[in-house]
């Protein structure tokens, strides 16, 4: 995420400091989450997109079209599972229950525990 955040800088003309104000975030925690040593937290995301003008998965550098999980990775029942989740946050989404944004922040909160439970299936 941090070249992300480094290139949508360049791209804009802006200076850290610029934008670390229009986030409301410090100019040190801007350059921290640009080097990729700090986690970027949903409202600063939000604030970073609506800033560059860009959707969230690519200030988060999140690439929706390439599947990261893979079959072969953790066999049909992982795949279907995940597979269900991603229809229930789709479907919440879709009918206005839960924001793109709160859906984001759920895969993203998740994304340990999918981590932990590929190692211990790929450990076998």
Same mark, same amino acid.
């Given at each position: 995420?941090?070249?992300?955040?480094r290139?949508?800088?360049?791209k804009?003309?802006l200076?850290?400091?610029?934008?670390?104000?229009?986030?409301n975030?410090?100019?040190?925690?801007?350059?921290e989450?640009e080097k990729?040593?700090?986690r970027l937290?949903i @409202?600063?995301l939000e604030? /970073?997109s609506?800033?560059?003008g860009?959707?969230i998965?690519?200030i988060a550098g999140?690439? *929706? #079209?390439?599947?990261?999980?893979?079959?072969e990775m953790i066999g049909? @029942?992982?795949?279907?599972? /995940?597979?269900?989740?991603?229809a229930g946050?789709?479907e919440?989404a879709?009918?206005?229950? *839960? #924001?793109?944004?709160?859906?984001?922040?759920?895969l993203?909160?998740k994304?340990?525990d999918?981590e932990?439970?590929?190692?211990?299936?790929l450990?076998?």
């Open positions: 995420m941090g070249n992300n955040l290139e949508y800088r360049k804009s003309g200076t850290a400091a610029a934008i670390a104000e229009a986030a975030i410090s100019t040190t925690y801007y350059y989450l990729g040593t700090k937290n @409202e600063t604030s /970073l609506k800033l560059f860009a959707s998965d690519s999140v690439d *929706i #079209t390439k599947p990261v999980i893979s079959e049909k @029942e992982g795949m279907s599972l /995940l597979e269900e989740i991603a946050l789709n919440a879709s009918k206005g229950i *839960i #924001t793109e944004e709160e859906k984001v922040r759920f993203q909160d994304k340990g999918l932990y439970l590929l190692y211990k299936k450990k076998r």
